[in-house]
Every structure is written in C-alpha cells, then in structure tokens.
C-alpha cells in the first residue's frame, strides 16, 4: 500500500500540477471564457459536491451528471497542496484510505481518529479472473467511504484514473428492513429544512412512492480508481449516508466499471440515465469496461465518528454581507453552518436595489477555519451556497474542508468571516 501512497501523490498533485503547468503560466495571458451559467454550476459544486448532487436529482430523479474532473483539476491540486505537503502513512486505516488529508504533525493522532470511525471487513470476490477486496469503511455519520484493492487481468495500459469514470451500475444498496425508517426520516428531514409541512398522510404517499423504487435511498456513491505501481487499482468510494438507522447494513454493488471516451470539444459533463426496466443510456461513448463482474459485497458498519451540533443566533460580516448563523454541525471531514442572509438577495446583480454576491465571494465566503481544545487552529477550504426561498429569504450552507481529519469533541470554536465563534456559547444539540 506503501506504493499506492506515492502514486496518489503523484497522481493528483504532481500529474495534475505538470499537465496544467502551462496553463497556470499563461494564466495572465489568456483568461478562460467561461459562461454565467457554467461559472454559477461550478461554484455550487465546489461549496456544496453533495448538495450539487441531491439538486441534480431533484431535477431528474433517474439521471446522473458526471462532471469531468480536468475541468476543476487545477483548483483540486491547489486545495490538495494546501492540505499537505507530502503523503503521511501511519497505520492501517491510512494505508487503505490514503485520499483523507492527514495531520503532518501528527500522523498517529490522525489514524487514531479515523480508526474510530472505521469498519475493517476484509472480503474477497473473484469474478471472471478479477479478484476484489473490500478492506474497510470510514463513516463519519454524514459521509461514507469505502477502499477496495484489485487484481485486474489485461487492464489496458492506457488506462487513466484522471478519465471520467461511468458507474451508474454500481451503487450502494441498503437492507430491506431498514429502507423504510431511513426513508421516512430523509423525505421528513427533507421537507422540514425547506420549510415544506407534511401531513401524516402526505408524508406516508411519498414513502410508499420512494419505496416503490429498489435503488432508492440514493447515497450519491461516486467510484474512483487509481493504478499501483504493481499493476493492481484501488477503489474508493464516497457516498452520501446519514446515520438515520442504527448499525446500517449494505451491499455494495459493482458492475460495468468503465470509463468515458473523451472527444476533443466534451463539455465536461457526461450524463447517463436508467430506465425503470434496467436500460441504460448515455450522451457519450463508454470504453469497455475494466471491472465487469458483478461484485456484491454485503458489509454492517460498525462504528462512526458522529458530528456534533450547536444552535443559535450569531451576527456576523463577509466584506460588507451581513449574515446570520443558527446552527453549525462539526464532522471529523467537514465543518458546516446554516446561514440566513440579512438583505435581498439578487442572483443576477441586475436590480441596484437588492445585494448580489458574485462567485468570487461565494467562494471565498466560508468557515475559515477552527480551533481545538490544544490551541491549534487548523484552516479550513470551501465555500457558501445559497438559495432563495418561497417567501423571498435567502438562506444557505456555508461549509470549510479541515486541512486535516478532526475529532468533532475536540473542536471549541470555529472562524466564520474573521469572527471567531466560541461553541461553548452556543446550545448543543442531540441529534
């Protein structure tokens, strides 16, 4: 695993820095010409990927849009320079996780943390001469994600983990008894932070609907893969899941592993739909696949690393925007606060009267960063999205990536605007 580590670090940072190297240098020279429109979608993904996601279902249940990594690769390479230097490897979570930032100070307090919330399963699968191994996952209540190893005979040489991957075939599924309780709380969850009220009836309808469709919930799950040195890949996968049922139990699937064949002039979105009958289409050409299986890989997770929330009201100022915060939840990966905007919001900077914020302070405007119990204050990356509701208010999620794991109990106070946020003075909530 050692190997891997080196190549993920050449991978996403070195290859990334070295094929954009001529971009940054004539950066001045010649500034892209991105539309509006592609200027605000890429603005809501970098502060919100999963919030991005769940808008993009909302629209079109049945479709997932890929967006095309080379289009973001420099901002990811700069956010992954920032983080770390070099790749840190301690113990065994580290080694199958290599992707989660870890404290250069302190590497062993960072496995600690992210052993806590970890399941080791260790299962094997060989189908057709391509054997796969998934090792462990990490959940920290919000966010699950999976490392997988495999042994791919004839992989093409070509292959490239920086091409857009299709796998709408592979999905997480979760066990029959406890779809419906996590469903009910999701639409319920759903309804209430839009202001939505559901009768009993109302919210029993959508639940028999949702229920109706077998891949639903929807965690999101994205898979990404990555050549070793010794020919074999690691996977990893992310998925949105939160710890609305006990000890969940799921299945991963994985099918038709493939990649997209990229023309000169893609856009860098790659959009594929399933019928209700299993069809599948696509607006681009798929290569064959590199992992075909099946592969089901039946898992309980254990442990988690829950996120810690905090209610109240606290005022604060972004380059003149005034804000309010009522609530700020702290996960081991990521920091978010819910924020209401103190003025009229115009989206399209085109009535004088009301405030427009443009996509350079959406992306600047986030938590700044935190402070732990030691004293260390540790920066965070990210952004705020925000949305106009049916009654006029704007409201939105502010969120900031720690540049390393973080245990949630021992974060006393967070940077909103250049404030400092002391937890202590806000009401913890038990959720």
């Not at 420099?74 to 290599?98: D, K, Y």
């Not at 594929?272 to 069809?279: F, K, V």
């Not at 720690?402 to 974060?411: C, G, L, Y």
């Given at each position: ?12 940072m ?16 010649a ?34 849009r ?9 901002a ?53 001469g ?52 996590y ?43 990555a ?27 994985i ?63 972004y380059?003149?925007?005034?804000l ?60 705020t ?47």
């Amino acid at each position: 695993m050692t190997r891997f580590d080196s190549s993920l670090r050449r991978g996403l940072m070195d290859a990334n820095l070295a094929q954009y190297e001529r971009v940054l240098q004539d950066a001045d020279a010649a500034q892209p010409d991105f539309s509006p429109a592609y200027l605000r979608e890429r603005m809501r993904l970098l502060a919100d990927p999963w919030g991005w996601m769940r808008r993009r279902e909302t629209v079109s249940p049945r479709r997932r849009r890929r967006l095309n990594w080379r289009v973001i690769a420099i901002a990811a390479a700069l956010l992954l320079l920032s983080a770390c230097a070099v790749a840190v490897v301690t113990g065994q979570f580290t080694q199958w996780f290599p992707s989660i930032w870890m404290d250069p100070k302190a590497p062993e307090v960072s496995e600690e943390i992210v052993s806590r919330m970890g399941t080791v399963i260790g299962e094997p699968q060989t189908v057709d001469g391509a054997s796969v191994t998934l090792n462990a996952a990490v959940w920290d209540g919000q966010e699950l994600r999976l490392s997988l190893t495999a042994e791919v005979p004839d992989l093409p040489e070509d292959f490239s983990s920086e091409a857009p991957f299709y796998d709408l075939e592979c999905r997480l599924i979760m066990a029959e008894d406890q779809r419906e309780a996590y469903l009910r709380k999701e639409i319920a969850l759903s309804h209430a932070n839009s202001h939505i009220d559901l009768t009993e009836e109302e919210l029993e309808e959508l639940v028999q609907s949702h229920l109706e469709y077998p891949d639903d919930p929807d965690f999101h799950s994205v898979v990404r893969a990555a050549r070793q040195e010794d020919g074999t890949l690691i996977l990893q996968v992310m998925a949105a899941l939160f710890d609305y049922v006990e000890d969940p139990e799921l299945t991963l699937h994985i099918e038709n592993l493939a990649t997209y064949k990229v023309e000169e002039g893609d856009d860098g979105i790659f959009t594929s739909s399933r019928a209700p009958d299993g069809t599948v289409t696509t607006d681009h050409e798929i290569n064959d696949p590199f992992l075909k299986g099946p592969f089901d890989f039946t898992f309980t997770l254990d442990n988690k690393l829950s996120p810690i929330s905090y209610a109240g009201d606290i005022d604060a100022t972004y380059e003149n925007i005034p804000l309010r915060v009522s609530k700020i939840t702290v996960m081991a990966f990521q920091v978010c606060a819910n924020v209401d905007l103190l003025a009229l919001l115009d989206p399209t900077g085109e009535d004088p009267d009301k405030l427009h914020i443009s996509l350079e302070q959406n992306l600047a405007m986030s938590l700044n960063g935190l402070w732990t119990e030691d004293g260390e204050y540790v920066e965070c990356i990210g952004g705020t999205a925000f949305s106009v509701e049916q009654d006029g208010k704007t409201g939105g999620e502010m969120r900031g990536n720690p540049v390393h794991v973080i245990d949630p109990a021992q974060v006393t106070a967070v940077c909103i605007g250049g404030k400092r946020v002391e937890l202590s003075e806000l009401t913890r909530l038990d959720e």
